[in-house]
């Protein structure tokens, strides 16, 4: 069974840094395309970041330079290293293997202060 764990939010001000993890069983970060996601208020889900087997990492316009995605194939972890934070950062972040399109953990709060 697919199991998603995110961790690792909080209130930061503006400017500021977070890093989210996200512990999952059932998966294998290794050769599965992991993602981030993220929903705000009132808008739609968003993909944030992705990384594939091979290491190739996509992002979206808004976060490119300043967010980075990585993983762990030991502790089979993924992580999302966000920099020079922005309110409009704030949202609920979620990890996701894009394989199991119906898995998604219960995701972790952001908020950005300005």
């Known amino acids: 069974q697919v199991q998603l764990v995110e961790s690792g939010g909080g209130l930061v001000q503006s400017g500021g840094s977070l890093r989210l993890s996200c512990a999952t069983s059932g998966v294998s970060v290794r050769i599965d395309t992991m993602a981030w996601y993220r929903q705000a208020p009132g ?49 609920v972040y979620y990890c996701k293997a894009l394989r199991y399109s119906n898995y998604w953990g219960q995701g972790t709060q952001v908020t950005v202060s300005s």
Do not use: C, H, W
């Not at 990384?51 to 995605?69: E, L, M, Q």
């Not at 030991?74 to 992580?79: L, P, R």
């Open 43 to 91: 808008k739609r889900r968003e993909m944030v970041a992705s990384i594939a087997a091979f290491g190739r990492t996509n992002y979206t316009d808004s976060v490119k330079g300043r967010f980075v995605i990585s993983r762990d194939n030991a502790k089979n972890m993924v992580y999302l290293q966000m920099n020079s934070l922005k309110p409009e950062d704030t949202a």
